[in-house]
């Protein structure tokens, strides 16, 4: 049974991953997942960046959040903590709405700014 029992199971799935992982204090809350997804939704967003992005709790709730053609432009220095959702984010079928761009942030945000 579930404390969360509207959380989709995509989150689900990925929260007990990260669970798993010694630095799972860095991971958003199940509650915190659903308020940000439901904002998300409540303001009609389209397009968004995460700085920050661990195993993409998160980042997934966001993804689920957008509509169709939604994107996001996430950032974050360890590609390899995003690898271990990145299969639960595909299977949720959302992974065409992020672009995951490996290294600091400040970089890609000063190249934002240029373009």
Do not use: C
Not at 51 to 64: D, N, Q
Not at 87 to 92: E, G, L
């Amino acid at each position: 049974t579930s404390v969360y029992p509207r959380e989709p199971e995509p989150m689900k799935e990925l929260r007990e991953i990260t669970a798993k992982h010694p630095w799972n204090i860095m991971t958003t809350s199940a509650d915190e997942g659903q308020f940000l997804n439901m904002l998300l939704k409540l303001i009609n967003a389209k397009n968004t960046m995460e700085i920050g992005v661990y195993t993409g709790y998160s980042l997934l709730a966001t993804a689920l959040a957008l509509p169709e053609d939604g994107k996001i432009l996430a950032m974050d220095i360890n590609r390899e903590n995003y690898e271990l959702g990145l299969p639960v984010i595909q299977k949720a079928g959302v992974a065409h709405k992020i672009e995951f761009k490996e290294g600091p942030a400040l970089p890609v945000l000063d190249h934002l700014l240029t373009d």
